[in-house]
C-alpha cells in the first residue's frame, strides 16, 4: 500500500468563468437539492437540508475522539489492536445513539507487527554489524535470536535474476541443521525458500537480493501468513549476502515480531426504509496502519461517513442505504473482501445497487479527486481500468456537484486499491473521492486547488504525525458536503447509475446537466494515482 504510482490530475477543461458562476447556477441545474423528493421531506431529505446538517465540526468530533483512541492505545488503530477495538466501539456507540441497530461482523485475518528492527551480523571471521539498509524482517517471520554458522545453500553469490537457491530440497542435501541457511532471491517464492530451510533443520533464514538491476538493497518481502514458517527469517542486501559466504563465516539473526491470526471487525448499518434490493452502499475503512493513528487515512472517511449517517438516521429513504467500516483495509482490503464474498455465498450480493467509498477525504495539501469510473483519463498504463456499466455516471454526478459550488475537480485512477475493488470485481458500479496520499502535487493542480506544488498531498502518509494536526478543514468541510450530497440523491434514486427506480424530477439518463455550461463533458488529464497498493509482495 505504501508504493508511489504517480499522482492524480486536474480536470481543466472548465473556464475560470464557469467556475466562479458556479453558486449563480445551481438553482437551474435540477440537482437533487432542489427537485420535488419522493419521500418525506420532514428532516435531512435532500442534498441541501443534509448538508447543513453534516457540519465539519462534527466531522471533526468524531477525528478528535478517534485521535484520542489511538492516544490511549500505542499512537495507532490496526486492526487486531484494542485501538481498532476501541475505535469500533466507538463507531457502534454513535450510531445506536442516531437510532441504528448496527451489526458487527467478524472476521480473521493475519496479523503480524515488528516489535523491534531485525539485526544481523557477521561474528566470524569478522565482526560486522549489518545497517538498517542491509536487513529488513520478512513479513510474517517468526520472532527469535540465533547466532550459529552460515551456510550459504545452491548460490556463489553472483547477480542472477533467475537463480533457484533454496527453491528445492535437494538444494539443502548435507546440510548441517542448526545452522543459519543462506540463500539467494529469485525464481520461487520466499515462502518456499524459507519452509525448505526448517524442513533441513535450519534455525533461521537469510535471504539476500539477486544484484540485478535496482534488486540490490535489503529484500522487504513477506511469507505470506502466519505460521507458514516457524523460525526467524530476513531479507538481506547482496552486498551482505555475498559478505556471509564462506567456509567458517558465523553470524546472528534476530526478529522481533507478532505473527498470529487474530480477529477483527467490519461495521455495518443501514436505514430503516427504502428498497432492500436497491441497497446504496456507502463505506470507509475504520483502521489505521500500525506506525499512526490514521486520522487522515482513514479517520477522514470514517468520521465523514458516520457524520451522514448520523444525519440521515431519520430520513425515510427511497431506498435503502447501508453504511460500512471496514476493518483490515490496511493488510489488503481484507474486510471488504470478507463482506462481498459473504454476500455472494449467501446469494444477496446483487441487492447491492451501487457502493460509494471514501478514503483520505481531508488531506492538508488537498486535491479534489474523484474516482475516474469510466478510465476516460487513464486510458493506459498498469492501472488502467474501467469500471463497471454506471461508475462514469457516479464519477460524472461528483464532478457536476463540484462545479456547482464553483470547485475544480480532478480525477484519480480506478484502480482497485482500495475498498471499492471488491465490488468493482463483482460488476457493481462503484465511485468516491480522495484528496491525495503520499504523491506530489502538480502546478497545474496547485493553480486549481491551492496548496503548495511539488509537495506531497499528504506529508503524514501512514505516519505517527498523521493526527489531527494532518488535516485540511476545508476539504473536509467540501468533501463531507459532497458526500452527503451523492448519499442522499442516491437514497432518493439510483436510475442514472443503475436504471433502477424513477429518475429524479428534471433528470433523464442524459446529462442532467444539459444546457448548464458547468455540466457536460469536461476535458481531463492522464496520470496514476499513488493509492493504497495492497499487491503482494515479488519473489
Not at 480 to 505: C, I, M, Q
Request: negative net charge; proline residues 4%; hydrophobic residues 40%.
Amino acid at each position: 500500500m505504501t508504493r508511489p504510482l504517480s499522482h492524480p490530475r486536474a480536470r481543466i477543461g472548465r473556464s475560470a468563468v464557469a467556475l466562479a458562476s458556479g453558486l449563480a447556477l445551481v438553482a437551474g441545474t435540477g440537482f437533487a437539492a432542489n427537485a420535488a423528493p419522493t419521500f418525506d421531506n420532514s428532516n435531512n431529505n435532500s442534498s441541501k437540508k443534509l448538508r447543513a446538517a453534516v457540519t465539519v465540526d462534527k466531522v471533526v468530533g468524531h477525528l478528535t475522539a478517534l485521535d484520542a483512541i489511538a492516544g490511549a492505545n500505542g499512537n495507532n488503530r490496526a486492526s487486531g489492536t484494542e485501538g481498532y477495538a476501541d475505535s469500533v466501539d466507538y463507531v457502534v456507540g454513535k450510531l445506536r445513539a442516531a437510532g441504528y441497530t448496527p451489526t458487527v461482523q467478524p472476521f480473521t485475518f493475519p496479523f503480524f507487527a515488528e516489535v523491534g528492527p531485525a539485526v544481523l551480523a557477521q561474528t566470524t571471521p569478522d565482526a560486522v554489524a549489518y545497517g538498517s539498509g542491509d536487513v529488513a524482517t520478512m513479513t510474517f517471520s517468526a520472532p527469535g535470536d540465533v547466532s550459529a554458522a552460515i551456510t550459504a545453500v545452491d548460490t556463489a553469490g553472483t547477480a542472477t535474476a533467475t537463480g533457484t537457491s533454496g527453491c528445492e530440497a535437494s538444494d539443502f542435501t548435507g546440510f548441517t541443521p542448526g545452522s543459519i541457511a543462506l540463500v539467494q532471491r529469485g525464481s520461487c517464492t520466499f515462502a518456499i525458500k524459507a519452509a525448505n530451510a526448517e524442513a533441513a533443520g535450519a534455525a533461521a533464514v537469510i535471504v539476500f537480493n539477486t544484484g540485478v538491476g535496482a534488486n540490490t538493497g535489503a529484500v522487504a518481502g513477506t511469507l505470506g501468513a502466519p505460521d507458514l514458517v516457524g523460525i526467524p527469517v530476513v531479507g538481506a542486501s547482496f552486498a551482505a549476502g555475498v559478505d556471509l559466504i564462506g567456509q567458517g563465516v558465523t553470524g546472528r539473526v534476530a526478529v522481533d515480531t507478532v505473527s498470529e491470526n487474530r480477529e477483527t471487525y467490519n461495521v455495518i448499518a443501514e436505514t430503516s426504509t427504502g428498497d432492500a434490493d436497491n441497497v446504496v452502499m456507502v463505506g470507509a475503512h475504520l483502521d489505521s496502519v500500525l506506525a499512526g493513528p490514521g486520522i487522515n487515512d482513514n479517520g477522514t472517511g470514517s468520521a465523514g461517513i458516520l457524520a451522514v449517517a448520523e444525519g440521515m438516521s431519520k430520513v425515510r429513504t427511497a431506498n435503502k442505504v447501508r453504511f460500512a467500516w471496514w476493518g483490515a483495509e490496511e493488510e489488503g482490503l481484507l474486510g471488504s473482501e470478507f463482506y462481498v464474498a459473504d454476500l455472494a455465498a449467501k446469494g444477496t450480493l446483487d441487492s447491492v445497487g451501487l457502493y460509494l467509498n471514501f478514503d483520505m477525504i481531508g488531506s492538508p495539501n488537498f486535491g479534489r479527486f474523484v474516482y475516474d469510473g469510466d478510465n476516460s483519463a487513464f486510458p493506459v498504463g498498469p492501472d488502467a481500468a474501467a469500471g463497471p456499466e454506471g461508475s462514469g455516471q457516479i464519477e460524472q454526478d461528483f464532478h457536476d456537484y463540484f462545479a456547482s459550488q464553483g470547485l475544480a475537480s480532478g480525477e484519480t485512477a480506478f484502480s482497485g486499491r482500495s475498498d471499492y475493488g471488491p465490488f468493482i470485481a463483482q460488476g457493481i458500479p462503484a465511485g468516491g473521492l480522495f484528496t491525495g496520499a503520499e504523491g506530489i502535487k502538480t502546478p497545474e493542480q496547485a493553480t486549481l486547488f491551492g496548496g503548495e506544488a511539488g509537495a506531497p498531498y499528504d506529508a503524514c502518509y501512514h505516519a505517527a504525525c498523521d493526527d489531527t494536526n494532518n488535516l485540511s478543514i476545508e476539504a473536509l468541510d467540501q468533501m463531507s458536503d459532497a458526500v452527503s450530497h451523492l448519499t442522499v440523491t442516491y437514497a432518493e434514486s439510483t436510475f442514472g447509475v443503475n436504471g433502477a427506480g424513477t429518475p429524479v424530477k428534471g433528470k433523464g439518463t442524459k446529462d442532467r446537466f444539459e444546457g448548464n455550461p458547468l455540466g457536460g463533458g469536461t476535458e481531463s488529464g492522464g496520470g496514476l494515482h499513488p493509492e493504497h497498493d495492497h499487491e503482494a509482495a515479488d519473489h
